[in-house]
T-cell receptor, first 117, second 114 residues
Framework: GAVVSQHPSRVICKSGTSVKIECRSLDFQATTMFWYRQFPKKSLMLMATSNEGSKATYEQGVEKDKFLINHASLTLSTLTVTSAHPEDSSFYIC?????????????FGPGTRLTVT | QKEVEQDPGPLSVPEGAIVSLNCTYSNSAFQYFMWYRQYSRKGPELLMYTYSSGNKEDGRFTAQVDKSSKYISLFIRDSQPSDSATYLCAMSAITSQGAQKLVFGQGTRLTINP
């Protein structure tokens, strides 16, 4: 099956610093990648959609200057949280799918827990 | 009104019980209906998907879709403690632009007690 990895799985950073999270599709080429945020006991909230080689499309209310997304290759997307604050602490999950995929052919990474102190 | 509504629970049942999880939705354009299982601090994993209406069975799991009522269900038979997780329904459609984004329910926390 399709495998998506995330790195790191857990990160702690100080307020004001930036942190980068990587999402990789290990055995397929991901035309589209998605970034979600999940608060405790809550559902996944889509932050942005990125297509390889294009600018990401952000959901309403998500600050694109704060959450920088790069999808430079068909197997790698990165999310950089800039000038992180404690309220950015959350569980970040990426997912990936091939071009012309069905909706259920979207594969999720294991998530990255970010704690901002 | 949210596009997808799901009772967050928590739901606690004894081992061996039949579990029924449900979601309602408002967007009649949805064509694909998915159920994901998410263990604590892990990413969601696809359990089952259904296209359009009807039933689909996979082992102990049965997914049902009633498009006329805009209601979907996931049944778990002979529930096991290892089924304890959060179950998320998700829905989507395919348009001329391709597969659309997944719309998730809130997720139901399920605990199966030995």
């Amino acid at each position: 099956g399709a495998v998506v990895s995330q790195h790191p799985s857990r990160v702690i950073c100080k307020s004001g610093t930036s942190v980068k999270i990587e999402c990789r599709s290990l055995d397929f080429q991901a035309t589209t990648m998605f970034w979600y945020r999940q608060f405790p006991k809550k559902s996944l909230m889509l932050m942005a959609t990125s297509n390889e080689g294009s600018k990401a499309t952000y959901e309403q209310g998500v600050e694109k200057d704060k959450f920088l997304i790069n999808h430079a290759s068909l197997t790698l997307s990165t999310l950089t949280v800039t000038s992180a604050h404690p309220e950015d602490s959350s569980f970040y999950i990426c997912s990936a799918r091939r071009g012309a995929a069905r909706p259920y052919e979207q594969y999720f990474g294991p998530g990255t827990r970010l704690t901002v102190t | 009104q949210k596009e997808v509504e799901q009772d967050p629970g928590p739901l606690s049942v004894p081992e061996g019980a039949i579990v029924s999880l449900n979601c309602t939705y408002s967007n009649s354009a949805f064509q694909y209906f998915m159920w994901y299982r998410q263990y604590s601090r892990k990413g969601p994993e696809l359990l089952m998907y259904t296209y359009s209406s009807g039933n689909k069975e996979d082992g102990r799991f049965t997914a049902q879709v009633d498009k006329s009522s805009k209601y979907i269900s996931l049944f778990i038979r002979d529930s096991q403690p290892s089924d304890s997780a959060t179950y998320l329904c998700a829905m989507s459609a395919i348009t001329s632009q391709g597969a659309q984004k997944l719309v998730f329910g809130q997720g139901t926390r399920l605990t199966i007690n030995p």
